[in-house]
């Protein structure tokens, strides 16, 4: 039987230790529960693509890119305002950068208040848009997911819809940075994509920094020599110039051997099928990628667009 052994000596008390010099954890999860004052909120802009359209299909779990922001970005507020089927000047329309005249087409609607109204800026509306905004002070919803613009107040009663709408998106927006990923819709009008772009561009609160521009991605109806495949790459060659390291080049990530073979894409072996290599000798977007509509990306593809996107968030400090 050994011998008893002497007891142990208590440690010295150790000195106290501030939160700051705790190593616990990792970077984004002492981000996430020691939220700090400057932590900046991150708005998207956009269309479909924006709003992860597709985003559901091939992958075990839908994939939707403001979800995977937000925990990237966390504790940071993320605004998801991407809109399917919309048009560059319907983005400029949502962050209040057009301020189009109301003129009423109709007798408001006797319960709600509710009345058809044209915009003097000549913009139909596109897909589920509704922005809610004010005229004349007067606050409600200008909604134009049935095909036509009305005006819907709040309070029904005494309101002719007439007058300047202004978007309430503007006040959240403020002081944010954002994504941009916007005018694949109407991409032959390629001078009013760089435009309407370069808008919101200029409108962030410090334009050479607050700014990330997605470049667009060419579907199978984008093949190499056609029209809209010659107006995406003008727009992606032109964006890359004006913006730098604010650009990220999405269409080379998705059609280009290095990035098919990124860390999201690796176990999927893309560049060892054939319908690959198919796609890229048309310079678009494999199959293994796209929805099944064709002109989406499914959850793998959303999987690579936001590898890429915090990638290059990291690199800019955002992170």
């Known amino acids: 039987m050994p011998p008893p052994q002497p007891a142990a000596a208590p440690a010295a008390p150790a000195a106290p230790r501030s939160a700051t010099d705790s190593a616990t954890g990792t970077d984004a999860s002492r981000r996430l529960l020691c939220p ?188 190499v020599g056609s029209e809209t495949a010659d107006a995406v790459a003008e727009v992606n060659a032109e964006q890359q110039r004006r913006y730098g390291d604010h650009f990220l080049d999405l269409g080379g990530l998705l059609t280009s051997e290095e990035g098919l073979s990124c860390p999201p894409l690796a176990p999927l072996r893309l560049l060892e099928q054939a319908t690959t290599r198919d796609a890229l000798d048309q310079h678009v977007t494999p199959a293994g990628l796209r929805a099944p509509d064709e002109i989406h990306l499914n959850g793998w593809g959303n999987l690579a667009v936001n590898w890429a996107i915090v990638q290059r968030m990291r690199e800019l400090r955002w992170l």
Not at 68 to 86: E, I, K, R, S, W
């Open 36 to 223: 700090t004052a400057e932590s900046r909120p991150l708005t998207l802009w956009g269309s479909s693509s924006m709003t992860s359209e597709g985003g559901g299909d091939a992958t075990p779990v839908a994939v939707r890119i403001h979800e995977h922001l937000a925990l990237a970005a966390a504790p940071a507020a993320v605004h998801a305002f991407g809109v399917g089927a919309t048009r560059s000047a319907h983005t400029l329309l949502m962050r209040g950068l057009d301020a189009p005249r109301l003129r009423p087409l109709a007798e408001p609607e006797a319960d709600t208040g509710a009345r058809e109204v044209a915009l003097d800026s000549g913009l139909s509306p596109a897909g589920p848009i509704r922005v809610r905004g004010a005229v004349e002070g007067v606050p409600g919803m200008l909604d134009g997911s049935s095909g036509a613009w009305f005006f819907r107040p709040d309070e029904p009663g005494g309101f002719d819809a007439q007058g300047v709408f202004r978007s309430a998106l503007a006040a959240v927006a403020e002081g944010s940075r954002q994504l941009l990923w916007m005018g694949k819709n109407n991409i032959l009008d390629v001078a009013r994509v760089l435009e309407d772009t370069q808008r919101m561009w200029d409108a962030a609160a410090d334009p050479e920094h607050d700014t990330l521009v997605l470049g667009q991605w060419p579907t199978p109806y984008d093949p």
